[in-house]
Every structure is written in C-alpha cells, then in structure tokens.
C-alpha cells in the first residue's frame, strides 16, 4: 500500500515518555500517534456522535514497518490515507517523516472495521476521503 495519494496530515512532537532506554521512540508509541492522526481525520465530534449512535471502530490488523528512528524532540508528521476494503471495513495507510524530510521512516497500515455495541460488524459511516 503506498502513500501517494491525497492524505491527512497530522504531527507530533517526540517527548521524553515517549523513548525507550536507547532513546528512540518506543515501537509501541507509533501506534497511538496512529490513533490520534485516525481521531483528527474523522473528527471528534463525529467519533463522539458515531459513539451515541452505537457505532465504534476496532482494529482488525495492522502492520509496521520501521526504517529509521525517531529520537527525543523531533517534529513528526503522520500521513493518513484512508481506503475503504468492504462495507464494514476500512484501510488506513500511515507513514510517518521526520520534518522535512521526503522518505518515511516507518509506515503502518491499519485496519479498521465499523462494529456495533454488540461487535457485529456494520456498515462503514462516512469517513473523510473515502
């Protein structure tokens, strides 16, 4: 999947708690700035909405794929580009680039599917750019 398209910008700023031992972002932490770029493309609000209407979104899989650290006080900008796969379930490709520079240096996709308060899947609520 790549990243050439149209997508949503996002960025984040490397603190501290957000490093390992060796001083690098800790793997894990890639996922919630994910999360977070996901939440500022749909939007709270409509997130908050889709909530009350019993709709919510759950990870069906992701994949990262890490070329270059990211260390403490670097500006990172998370590039979203969302796909729809299904009626229920939606793609959303992540890259993420050091300010400034072309390459990303790790890139992630995400999949999400549209669930019910009971976890069944349903359709897939309008999302920006799919």
């Known amino acids: 999947m790549n990243n050439t398209g149209p997508f949503h910008s996002h960025t984040v700023r490397v603190y501290y708690e957000d490093t390992d031992l060796s001083g690098a972002i800790y ?3 890639y996922l ?3 999360e977070r770029a996901r939440e500022h493309l749909i939007g709270q609000d409509r997130l908050v909405a ?3 209407e019993g709709v919510a979104f ?3 899989r992701c994949e990262l794929t890490f070329r270059a650290p990211a260390t403490l006080g670097d ?3 998370i590039r979203t580009t969302p796909s729809r796969a299904s ?3 939606a793609v959303f490709a992540q890259h993420v680039h050091r300010q400034g520079e072309k390459l990303p240096i790790v890139k992630g996709v995400v999949e999400m599917v549209a669930v019910d308060r009971e976890g069944k899947p349903v359709t897939l609520p309008e999302i920006p750019g799919l």
């Open 75 to 77: 500006e990172l900008e």
């Open 32 to 34: 919630r700035y994910f």
């Open 50 to 52: 889709l909530l009350a």
């Open 58 to 60: 759950v990870v069906y």
């Open 27 to 29: 793997h894990a932490n």
């Open 87 to 89: 009626d229920y379930r």
